[in-house]
């Protein structure tokens, strides 16, 4: 039986999101089942499916299907150019190949292996990997090869993407000619004067779409999207049978599906789309939470909080196909130096990530903040303000301060 609230009928959902909370770790869990189990029973569920989500889903279990079908078929043109792949890796590994090769490694995000310790001793491997000598430490077997040659066909995808004339769609934000949130007016036009065309195209974002209505909580293992009269039934429930949960941080303000491109989950390229949620329930005044937005007015808190959320799930984008490895080395240093730059940053790690520094998620609430409040970077991030300014020049921080 399918959970009340799933995400788009099936599609996966996990690693999409912007979530405001350390997740049950923080809370006590039977409260949390408590409050789960009482949305269940009395709240309806709300779907977000979409007709291009649907084409998005059945284009991928198609190119899937077709990935099984050529694996078994050995006089395909897949083998061969498997075989060409293979020669490749052993003609690298016999030191034949010339160091003009190497930049190989940074045609996908895909060299990030995620194998367990066991798997790591035997294979003699593991990821993340920061070199194409990496790659071929500890020799070539099956599973390298299949996961370079997914690499190099969501690689050529990419590339007859970007040289395509597709733009991103900006879905739901007007009605008729007046915009639904006046703090996303003329949003498609700020969004480009941010980050510029070409960078935009490089995102490989299929649209941007707002879900004005509509709030993400996540509960445990249950995931609720909720009309706005229904999530707030959801917190004056959670005082009388939650008292020690702030159930403002357990949602998701946005989510993307970028990583589909990751040749560990697919194999064909998809221009992935972008969900905006509703924004409610925020604290902007809190300092320790949101110190970037000190200073502003009420009204501007708000409307750079909604935007900066955008630039944020852009950041996401940015992290995944345009930081090569050189670049996500020298990234990793600069918060290994600096620590959590945000309060969320800093949750999400502690623990939606397990315990563990989630990177493209500092790297993202950078993007918002450089965006957002650029002052605010140069006056305590330095290292991180120039990283950005350096290796992003397309990128013009909004004129607010």
């Given at each position: 039986m399918p959970k009340k609230g799933l995400l788009m009928d099936g599609v996966e959902t996990k690693n999409l999101g912007d979530l405001d909370s350390g997740t049950e770790i923080s809370q006590p869990a039977a409260q949390i089942k408590l409050l789960a189990d009482w949305a269940?029973?009395?709240?309806?569920?709300?779907?977000?499916?979409?007709?291009?989500?649907?084409?998005?889903?059945?284009?991928?279990?198609?190119?899937?299907?077709?990935?099984?079908?050529?694996?078994?078929?050995?006089?395909?043109?897949?083998?061969?150019?498997?075989?060409?792949?293979?020669?490749?890796?052993?003609?690298?590994?016999?030191?034949?190949?010339?160091?003009?090769?190497?930049?190989?490694?940074?045609?996908?995000?895909?060299?990030?292996?995620?194998?367990?310790?066991?798997?790591?001793?035997?294979?003699?491997?593991?990821?993340?990997?920061?070199?194409?000598?990496?790659?071929?430490?500890?020799?070539?077997?099956?599973?390298?090869?299949?996961?370079?040659?997914?690499a190099l066909r969501i690689n050529n995808g990419y590339s007859e993407y970007l040289q395509g004339d597709s733009q991103t769609e900006f879905i739901g934000f007007t009605d008729g000619n007046d915009y639904i949130d006046k703090d996303y007016t003329n949003i498609k036009d700020v969004t480009t004067e941010v980050f510029g065309k070409d960078l935009l195209k490089k995102c490989a974002i299929s649209e941007v779409s707002l879900l004005s209505?509509?709030?993400?909580?996540?509960?445990?293992?249950?995931?609720?999207?909720?009309?706005?009269?229904?999530?707030?039934?959801?917190?004056?429930?959670?005082?009388?049978?939650?008292?020690?949960?702030?159930?403002?941080?357990?949602?998701?303000?946005?989510?993307?599906?970028?990583?589909?491109?990751?040749?560990?989950?697919?194999y064909n390229f998809f221009p992935t789309p972008i969900r905006l949620l509703k924004i409610i329930d925020e604290d902007l005044d809190d300092k320790n939470k949101f110190p970037y937005l000190n200073g502003f007015d009420e009204a501007e808190k708000t409307r750079l909080y909604k935007l900066g959320t955008l630039f944020h799930d852009i950041g996401h984008h940015i992290y995944f196909y345009l930081l090569d490895s050189q670049k996500e080395i020298q990234w990793q240093a600069l918060i290994n130096k600096s620590g959590h730059l945000t309060n969320y940053s800093s949750r999400y790690s502690s623990g939606i990530a397990g315990d563990k520094v989630k990177y493209d998620e500092e790297f993202s609430?950078?993007?918002?903040?450089?965006?957002?409040?650029?002052?605010?970077?140069?006056?305590?991030?330095?290292?991180?303000?120039?990283?950005?300014?350096?290796?992003?020049?397309?990128?013009?921080?909004?004129?607010?301060v």
């Open positions: 269940y029973e009395n709240l309806p569920a709300q779907s977000i499916t979409t007709e291009s989500d649907i084409k998005l889903q059945n284009r991928r279990e198609q190119a899937l299907h077709e990935f099984e079908e050529e694996l078994q078929n050995p006089e395909s043109n897949f083998h061969k150019f498997v075989i060409w792949v293979q020669n490749f890796l052993n003609d690298y590994s016999r030191g034949k190949m010339y160091d003009e090769d190497k930049p190989l490694l940074d045609l996908c995000r895909g060299y990030k292996f995620n194998i367990n310790t066991e798997q790591a001793a035997r294979r003699g491997w593991a990821g993340p990997v920061h070199s194409f000598d990496e790659f071929i430490d500890g020799g070539i077997d099956e599973q390298k090869i299949w996961y370079l040659v997914r209505d509509t709030v993400n909580v996540q509960l445990g293992q249950e995931e609720f999207f909720l009309k706005t009269e229904d999530y707030l039934k959801l917190k004056q429930m959670s005082r009388e049978i939650a008292p020690d949960i702030n159930i403002a941080d357990y949602k998701y303000r946005a989510f993307s599906d970028q990583n589909w491109n990751d040749p560990k989950s697919g609430e950078a993007i918002r903040i450089y965006i957002t409040n650029p002052k605010f970077l140069i006056d305590n991030y330095g290292d991180i303000y120039k990283f950005l300014e350096t290796n992003f020049p397309d990128i013009n921080p909004l004129k607010t």
